[in-house]
């Protein structure tokens, strides 16, 4: 308030003067003006300077004209005063005589005392410019704004000192420098409570989000003092305390101090008031649901603590979507009102509510509206809506349509919205839904270089994900390729050196023929790996190519509910080996199910729901109709035995989320997998297992095994002389046929903006793998625990980095100890 008043003080001061001149030199009746004088440095001629005044020689001017006058030639700012005086004739004429002192014009401007980051960061808050009009107002302003920027950087006790410095050719530009002290940066040592009785300082201390006093517990917080922060975290002690039910809690005083040694302490004097209790609650204006139905779902019992939040959330918006207002808004009644009223309070602070409701007459959905897709066909969005033309308006529908949206992975979460447009009079409601396009399309790329032995090293892969293959023929579809279908084509290239290299492309339509959500995915891929190249001495290197494809088709299911899917796909796929000790040639024909369950909607990052997966890859069982007995199996070779593979797989994993704070998410998930054989004389292939450790994507994989990452844990630590893949379990190259993992992660995030998303965590991560079920022992796993980041940005898919330590030792007695690593693409 002080610095608004010196404001208003400096601009006016001027006029204020000039204007009690003008009232005592010209009466009320006025004088005939006859001519204007100028004196002083002025920079203007006699007409303009009546023009500025709106005034004319010969005119009858009164006082309030003259001040008028002068008013507006201050708001022309070209002058830094201005002052009048008169001489009157004998023929009731007056000349008016002006001093005019021009304003100066700024050159250009210094900062003295700071560093170049903070003078960079400073020109574009102040925002000034050569030619501006320099006075005391514009001083002012920047002086404020350049010490609001220190304080906000702790600097409490920041000053700053304008001086203007003439310019050498022209004493009307000057150079205006700013000279700053910033003194000692000010963080906040303590924060103290009186009054408190019933929460601890601690409590409160923990819902100042934005105000941390220094300590270990908040490391990675800020301890600045930040007024307009500060103040809102006052309001969240408050709000705590109403929690509990204390409504007449208040902050009676406050006093910040610095200390000796330039710290803060800041005490905070609290007064609770009385602790008030829910009473009896009734309902009043219900006619659809009984009051027993609605005090059921409004869960609040006589004697709890009285919570207003709690109530609010209660009536309105439930986490769960279990509320009162659900459960007509879900049955139509999108002008539903319901208003609590306190009715009597009694010696014992319990607090009597009768709500009262105005039900209203159930909607129609008249029309939807999708706005904001720059992109996305119209149709890829309606396809996904829930509340369709014709139906009652269901709450429930208008947040799955939401959550369907954000599923696509086209548009930004935080910026999804709806607006429900209604017409009380025909009892009619018009849905527009608002959406904001982000780059959906995505590049993967890693490399390095091996040397001469290896070559280049890495991985490519390029994703469209919301491709049309209608607009390939269409040229204002192509950004830069056609879009707008919700399609994927992706192709990913990966190169081990020269010893392996995959290639695959694959193409994806989520809704087979546009009106069912029936996925067609097919794919092919082509694989080269020769281990030995890097050994010349062998004359026969070993060498293997394998080649397949795959068609799918997914159906979205509606029982249980229609968050599950199923997807069947055939998939074949050809080994070409040479001189390999105990791989050999084979073909692998099989059907491989999926059901799967995901109430998950943000993929990024989730702070809710579930995914649940179970799925079977089955090949033909050659053995139970061949003619052969099984001792002929026995010592029949294995490439004889396995000409086409032969084998059952099922993986089951598990994933929940729960949030456990704002934005503070868990993580909690399981994997269990095993591979079988139909008949025990043919037993397993050395094909289709499990390999256990690292990180899930470095080095190949070339026997057609599955990569489980296990952070903590190094990569290609198997043994056996042709190579590792055993990794934790360390059993050569083949791996193993059953494996589990269990793992818990905690997130939090540092950006959520649509075009970057980083967030830390810190994770623990068991797993292991076993040579069957005589073997298995869900207990006995190799043990991590680590922090990492995740960075996502559209154009590159998902980044991230691990620091895991494993406390178990390797199959080979070795520690792991601490280790790296990366992800690229993937989630764990």
Request: aromatic share 12%.
């Amino acid at each position: 308030m002080t610095k608004i008043f010196k404001f208003f003080l400096v601009t006016l001061f001027p006029f204020f003067c000039v204007f009690s001149q003008t009232q005592n030199i010209i009466t009320p009746e006025g004088y005939i003006l006859k001519d204007v004088e100028l004196l002083g440095d002025y920079n203007i001629d006699k007409k303009t300077a009546l023009q500025l005044m709106g005034l004319s020689i010969g005119q009858k001017i009164s006082s309030q004209e003259v001040a008028s006058g002068l008013k507006k030639m201050w708001q022309q700012d070209l002058f830094a005063d201005i002052q009048i005086s008169k001489v009157i004739t004998p023929n009731d004429e007056i000349i008016l005589k002006l001093y005019l002192k021009p304003s100066l014009s700024l050159l250009k401007f210094a900062f003295n005392g700071i560093k170049k980051g903070d003078e960079d960061n400073l020109r574009d808050k102040i925002n000034l410019n050569s030619g501006m009009t320099v006075n005391d107002n514009l001083i002012k302003v920047s002086q404020q704004k350049i010490e609001e920027y220190f304080v906000e950087k702790g600097f409490l006790q920041v000053s700053c000192e304008a001086q203007t410095i003439p310019d050498s050719v022209n004493n009307r530009k000057v150079t205006l420098e700013f000279n700053i002290t910033k003194n000692a940066r000010l963080k906040i040592k303590e924060i103290n409570f009186s009054g408190n009785q019933s929460l601890k300082d601690s409590k409160l201390r923990k819902v100042m989000k934005k105000t941390r006093q220094t300590g270990l517990r908040y490391l990675l917080s800020s301890s600045k003092l930040i007024e307009e922060e500060y103040q809102k975290d006052l309001i969240n002690v408050i709000n705590l305390y109403k929690q509990f039910g204390y409504r007449d809690a208040s902050v009676v005083n406050e006093v910040v101090s610095i200390t000796e040694d330039d710290k803060l302490i800041i005490d905070i004097e609290i007064s609770e008031g009385n602790q008030y209790f829910f009473g009896e609650i009734s309902w009043l204006g219900n006619t659809k649901y009984n009051s027993q139905e609605l005090t059921k779902i409004l869960a609040i019992q006589s004697g709890e603590i009285f919570d207003e939040t709690l109530l609010d959330e209660r009536l309105n918006m439930s986490r769960n979507q279990d509320d009162v207002s659900a459960l007509y808004m879900d049955d139509g009644y999108l002008f539903f009102q319901v208003n609590p009223i306190e009715t009597s309070i009694d010696d014992y602070n319990m607090i009597d509510l009768e709500m009262q409701i105005r039900e209203g007459k159930q909607a129609i959905i008249k029309n939807i509206v999708v706005k904001g897709n720059t992109k996305t066909n119209d149709n890829v969005l309606m396809r996904e809506v829930r509340s369709l033309p014709g139906n009652l308006f269901k709450r429930s529908d208008i947040i799955r349509t939401q959550e369907e949206f954000n599923r696509l992975g086209f548009f930004n979460p935080e910026a999804l919205g709806v607006n429900p447009i209604p017409d009380p009079q025909t009892g009619n409601v018009d849905i527009e839904y608002i959406v904001e396009e982000k780059p959906a399309d995505q590049i993967e790329l890693s490399g390095g270089y091996g040397g001469e032995s290896y070559g280049f090293v890495g991985q490519l892969s390029v994703a469209f994900n919301n491709f049309s293959t209608k607009g390939i023929f269409d040229k204002t579809t192509w950004s830069p390729l056609p879009t707008g279908d919700g399609q994927k084509v992706q192709l990913s290239a990966q190169a081990y050196g020269r010893r392996y290299q995959n290639y695959t492309l694959l193409f994806q339509e989520p809704w087979l023929g546009g009106k069912k959500p029936n996925a067609f995915t097919t794919s092919i891929f082509y694989s080269l790996s020769r281990p030995d190249i890097t050994n010349e001495a062998i004359e026969n290197p070993r060498q293997l190519n394998r080649s397949g494809f795959s068609l799918g088709f997914g159906k979205r299911l509606k029982w249980p509910d229609d968050y599950f899917t199923t997807n069947l796909s055939l998939n074949i796929s050809d080994y070409d080996v040479s001189n390999w000790t105990n791989l050999f040639s084979t073909f692998n024909i099989n059907i491989a199910g999926v059901l799967s369950r995901s109430s998950v909607f943000n993929p990024i990052y989730p702070r809710r729901g579930s995914k649940f997966l179970l799925s079977a890859e089955l090949t033909p069982p050659y053995s139970l109709f061949s003619g052969i007995e099984k001792d002929e199996y026995i010592d029949m070779p294995e490439e004889e035995k396995f000409e086409f593979l032969e084998y059952y797989k099922i993986k089951t994993r598990g994933e929940w989320y729960t949030e456990l704070a704002s934005k503070l998410v868990l993580k909690t998930s399981f994997e269990f997998g095993f591979l079988s054989a139909y008949n025990d004389a043919v037993g397993i292939p050395p094909y289709e297992r499990f390999e256990v450790g690292g990180d899930g994507i470095s080095g190949y994989s070339y026997n057609g095994s599955e990569r489980i990452g296990v952070r903590g844990y190094p990569n290609e630590t198997g043994s056996g002389s042709e190579g590792g893949g055993g990794l934790i379990s360390g059993v050569g190259n083949e791996g193993q046929p059953l494996y589990s993992k269990y793992t818990a992660e905690v997130r939090y995030p540092i950006s959520l903006a649509a075009t970057t998303t980083i967030y830390a965590l810190c994770f623990a991560e068991a797993a292991n793998a076993w040579e069957g079920f005589d073997t298995f022992n869900p207990f006995e796993v190799k043990r991590s625990l680590g922090a990492g980041i995740r960075i996502f940005m559209p154009m590159f898919g998902l980044m991230g980095v691990d620091f895991g330590y494993g406390f178990d030792p390797l199959y080979n007695g070795q520690k792991p100890g601490l280790v790296t690593s990366f992800t690229i693409g993937q989630q764990f």
